[in-house]
T-cell receptor
Framework: GQNIDQPTEMTATEGAIVQINCTYQTSGFNGLFWYQQHAGEAPTFLSYNVLDGLEEKGRFSSFLSRSKGYSYLLLKELQMKDSASYLCAVRDLLSGGSYIPTFGRGTSLIVHP | KAGVTQTPRYLIKTRGQQVTLSCSPISGHRSVSWYQQTPGQGLQFLFEYFSETQRNKGNFPGRFSGRQFSNSRSEMNVSTLELGDSALYLC?????????????FGPGTRLLVL
């Protein structure tokens, strides 16, 4: 099975930087995803990490350490529209070649002026 | 290119009934995954279909089933509905299965079981 932990809620100021952490326990790690979900909308893909290190994409970056079972999503130059829930998801490769994606409960980020 | 579409968008059923939800993936995408999202449990994986075959399955009872057609459209069925099945059901499509393929989510079907 899997266990994914991320903070329930975070607040930050417009223009600032915020880091959302995610820790996980898995038996067959096969990639970690970050999604953004605005209230009442479907999740949208932000990033994918399968190797250790930092992946940068515009204002958003995602880091992975497989040995520590740890990832973070870094959001720079925060904008009001970044207020949303951020979901960490781990894909676990099972014997036989199938895989199961497991999502964390999500971190609700509130950006205030 | 049109996005993932799901029908119906809203549905009200009573306990014991069954329901069928439909998902049309992005043109050219062959993988369709289904998820259940509730405030209490978050987003949970139901199953994935690829080329008309169920490739992966989450930890849900047999009341939850699905299928995929030759045009990659997929349906999900829930039989003998329970109050706890009230949720947002999301489908997501991707070109292939596995790998770093980005999943594109549909708007979801919000199911209320009374």
């Amino acid at each position: 099975g899997q266990n994914i932990d991320q903070p329930t809620e975070m607040t930050a100021t417009e223009g600032a930087i915020v880091q959302i952490n995610c820790t996980y326990q898995t038996s067959g790690f096969n990639g970690l995803f970050w999604y953004q979900q605005h209230a009442g909308e479907a999740p949208t893909f932000l990033s994918y990490n399968v190797l250790d290190g930092l992946e940068e994409k515009g204002r958003f970056s995602s880091f992975l350490s497989r040995s520590k079972g740890y990832s973070y999503l870094l959001l720079k130059e925060l904008q009001m529209k970044d207020s949303a829930s951020y979901l960490c998801a781990v894909r676990d490769l099972l014997s036989g070649g199938s895989y199961i994606p497991t999502f964390g409960r999500g971190t609700s980020l509130i950006v205030h002026p | 290119k049109a996005g993932v579409t799901q029908t119906p968008r809203y549905l009200i059923k009573t306990r014991g009934q069954q329901v069928t939800l439909s998902c049309s993936p992005i043109s050219g995408h062959r993988s369709v995954s289904w998820y259940q999202q509730t405030p209490g449990q978050g987003l949970q994986f139901l199953f994935e279909y690829f080329s008309e075959t169920q490739r992966n399955k989450g930890n849900f009872p047999g009341r939850f089933s699905g299928r995929q057609f030759s045009n990659s459209r997929s349906e999900m069925n829930v039989s003998t509905l329970e109050l706890g099945d009230s949720a947002l059901y999301l489908c997501a499509s991707s070109p292939q299965t596995g790998g770093r393929e980005t999943q594109y989510f549909g708007p979801g079907t919000r199911l209320l079981v009374l």
